[in-house]
């Protein structure tokens, strides 16, 4: 990302709203997705300005499996693939939704063509 990025994004972080960060690569490995040479070269620099603004959500994507993970109180979400056949993991096209009410997150990941599923049970069922 660069020091520059990092720091638009630190200062950028607002105290009064929820606050998105939406990357294409990721800054933590995703499982069931082969060796790991796609995440940011400065991930580690990223994860320690975010453990101090604290965003509510980091999304990314790039590895085409859709997986969560909570560390240090924020939310990575990795969406899935909505059109190809190239998927890891997790063999059925799919994107993520989430709804935000009232400071509340509820994602889900929609298959296309098929059904919704909370991320908590698919990332608990498939550990």
């Not at 660069?2 to 960060?21: C, H, P, W």
């Not at 990357?23 to 580690?44: F, K, R, S």
Request: neutral net charge; proline residues 4%.
């Amino acid at each position: 990302m660069g020091r520059d990025q990092i720091k638009f994004i630190e200062n950028n972080i607002a105290k009064d709203r929820l606050n998105v960060l939406v990357m294409h690569h990721h800054l933590i490995p995703v499982p069931d997705t082969g060796l790991e040479a796609a995440i940011a070269e400065d991930a580690g620099d990223v994860l320690k300005m975010l453990s101090k603004v604290n965003p509510e959500l980091v999304l990314s994507g790039h590895r085409h499996r859709p997986w969560s993970w909570k560390l240090n109180d924020i939310n990575f979400f990795f969406s899935g693939a909505i059109s190809t056949i190239r998927l890891r993991g997790f063999f059925e096209n799919s994107y993520n939704v989430i709804q935000i009410e009232n400071g509340k997150i509820s994602p889900q990941l929609k298959i296309v063509g098929g059904d919704f599923i909370d991320f908590n049970k698919l990332t608990r069922n498939q550990q």
